[in-house]
């Protein structure tokens, strides 16, 4: 509700008011005092009659006297009058009331009804106007930025800076273009690669597979506690469908959010959601826990080398794995990634066992080893990429490297 509005309509009743009741009221007043004037003028004009009659002879001073005294009578009876036009006139002043009280009272009522009050403020309208003003202006500034980027097409700094606004403004084509000459000249900066990455998502109704999921793994490569690149990086997991690998990347994410925070509820929710839909496959922290109570395990790092990894596709599997030295080849522990989340560190321990008998706590040495299959098979297949460790000790608890530097023959 306006209050300027009603103060306005209220200042303007109050003037008509001041136009109107005053004219009632004189009316009544007038009226009473012209009706004696009236009287009286006639009982003069009636005694200058008298007493011209009398002079001229024409009345006896006894007829006269006789006459001033009807005369006087009559006039007193006339101003005996104004009393009770007095009285009539004042029933009618009712009307004034009527004015003052009912009007408005009707008034508010009939527009509180038909009326529509909040139209009187445009305080939203205002603010619409307003949004689209600065959004106007905005368009201005990118529109001028990117006019001077096509005269500085070498400064990197401008690129991001034009790419993070198009992104702002939702123009994610452009935000890409941008941002690619951004990552050519800036190089590989975990925040040009994820603003790289999120607009070649958005541009690809959010898909994170492919040139998005491969910038996310390189920021996380650099900057393994990165919270937006492990948001991202569990995204495109599961959109790829390696529920496990987005699991551990979630988790990671919720163990650095601040406690009770809304953004850990809703991580927590990711991955009750994933467990739900895949429980054979995720292993929930209370799991990790018991297998890892009895400290049976062992951190690997895994690398490819260049010209290898040139021959793979990113979406390749690498399989990740400990043998017993002797006896049956079933994996003790086995952890499954993808070629574009290379190099990559992981810890093996009894909760990755693929049969209860044969975990990694059974065998105090053990082969490491990091395959690469094109094909997703558990089996080695002739033309697979493999690195291997021989004769690894569990209870040497420093972490050890694999490097994928040959093939399966």
């Given at each position: 509700?306006?209050?300027?509005?009603?103060?306005?309509?209220?200042?303007?009743?109050?003037?008509?008011?001041?136009?109107?009741?005053?004219?009632?009221?004189?009316?009544?007043?007038?009226?009473?005092?012209?009706?004696?004037?009236?009287?009286?003028?006639?009982?003069?004009?009636?005694?200058?009659?008298?007493?011209?009659?009398?002079?001229?002879?024409?009345?006896?001073?006894?007829?006269?006297?006789?006459?001033?005294?009807?005369?006087?009578?009559?006039?007193?009876?006339?101003?005996?009058?104004?009393?009770?036009?007095?009285?009539?006139?004042?029933?009618?002043?009712?009307?004034?009331?009527?004015?003052?009280l009912v009007v408005p009272l009707?008034?508010?009522?009939?527009?509180?009804?038909?009326?529509?009050?909040?139209?009187?403020?445009?305080?939203?309208?205002?603010?619409?106007?307003?949004?689209?003003?600065?959004?106007?202006?905005?368009?201005?500034?990118?529109?001028?930025?990117?006019?001077?980027?096509?005269?500085?097409?070498?400064?990197?700094?401008?690129?991001?800076?034009?790419?993070?606004?198009?992104?702002?403004?939702?123009?994610?084509?452009?935000?890409?273009?941008?941002?690619?000459?951004?990552?050519?000249?800036?190089?590989?900066?975990?925040?040009?690669?994820?603003?790289?990455?999120?607009?070649?998502?958005?541009?690809?109704?959010?898909?994170?597979?492919?040139?998005?999921?491969?910038?996310?793994?390189?920021?996380?490569?650099?900057e393994p506690d990165n919270m937006?690149?492990?948001?991202?990086?569990?995204?495109?997991?599961?959109?790829?469908?390696?529920?496990?690998?987005?699991?551990?990347?979630?988790?990671?994410?919720?163990?650095?959010?601040?406690?009770?925070?809304?953004?850990?509820?809703?991580?927590?929710?990711?991955?009750?959601?994933?467990?739900?839909?895949?429980?054979?496959?995720?292993?929930?922290?209370?799991?990790?826990?018991?297998?890892?109570?009895?400290?049976?395990?062992?951190?690997?790092?895994?690398?490819?080398?260049?010209?290898?990894?040139?021959?793979?596709?990113?979406?390749?599997?690498?399989?990740?794995?400990?043998?017993?030295?002797?006896?049956?080849?079933?994996?003790?522990?086995?952890?499954?990634?993808?070629?574009?989340?290379?190099?990559?560190?992981?810890?093996?321990?009894?909760?990755?066992?693929?049969?209860?008998?044969?975990?990694?706590?059974?065998?105090?040495?053990?082969?490491?080893?990091?395959?690469?299959?094109?094909?997703?098979?558990?089996?080695?297949?002739?033309?697979?990429?493999?690195?291997?460790?021989?004769?690894?000790?569990?209870?040497?608890k420093a972490p050890h490297k694999?490097?994928?530097?040959?093939?399966?023959?």
């Amino acid at each position: 509700m306006n209050i300027l509005f009603w103060l306005i309509v209220s200042v303007l009743v109050l003037i008509a008011y001041l136009f109107i009741l005053p004219s009632f009221w004189r009316r009544q007043v007038i009226a009473d005092a012209d009706l004696d004037q009236e009287n009286i003028i006639i009982a003069q004009y009636r005694l200058a009659e008298l007493k011209q009659a009398r002079q001229s002879g024409a009345l006896t001073e006894a007829d006269y006297t006789a006459q001033l005294a009807d005369l006087e009578l009559a006039l007193s009876d006339d101003l005996d009058i104004k009393q009770h036009k007095k009285t009539v006139n004042n029933h009618g002043r009712w009307v004034i009331y009527v004015l003052l009280l009912v009007v408005p009272l009707l008034a508010t009522g009939l527009y509180f009804l038909l009326g529509n009050y909040p139209a009187v403020s445009h305080t939203d309208e205002m603010s619409v106007d307003s949004d689209r003003l600065k959004l106007l202006e905005i368009n201005k500034m990118v529109t001028r930025l990117a006019e001077k980027m096509q005269d500085s097409p070498e400064d990197g700094q401008g690129w991001l800076m034009l790419g993070r606004s198009y992104r702002a403004l939702e123009q994610y084509p452009k935000a890409v273009e941008a941002l690619a000459n951004a990552y050519r000249l800036l190089g590989e900066k975990p925040e040009v690669m994820l603003l790289y990455a999120d607009a070649l998502a958005n541009t690809n109704d959010k898909n994170l597979i492919g040139k998005p999921s491969e910038l996310v793994a390189k920021v996380l490569t650099l900057e393994p506690d990165n919270m937006e690149a492990l948001w991202l990086g569990g995204m495109s997991k599961a959109q790829s469908g390696e529920d496990q690998a987005a699991y551990d990347t979630w988790k990671r994410l919720l163990d650095l959010l601040p406690p009770d925070s809304q953004a850990q509820q809703q991580i927590q929710g990711l991955l009750d959601q994933l467990v739900a839909e895949n429980p054979q496959v995720i292993v929930d922290q209370k799991s990790n826990k018991s297998a890892t109570s009895n400290g049976i395990e062992v951190k690997v790092t895994v690398e490819i080398t260049a010209d290898l990894k040139s021959t793979t596709q990113s979406d390749d599997t690498v399989f990740i794995y400990a043998q017993a030295i002797s006896g049956p080849k079933m994996p003790l522990a086995i952890a499954r990634k993808k070629v574009s989340d290379l190099p990559i560190s992981v810890t093996l321990n009894d909760a990755m066992a693929m049969m209860p008998n044969m975990k990694l706590s059974n065998f105090p040495i053990v082969k490491l080893l990091a395959r690469v299959s094109s094909t997703g098979n558990a089996m080695p297949q002739q033309g697979d990429l493999i690195g291997t460790l021989d004769s690894v000790v569990l209870a040497d608890k420093a972490p050890h490297k694999i490097v994928i530097n040959g093939a399966v023959k």
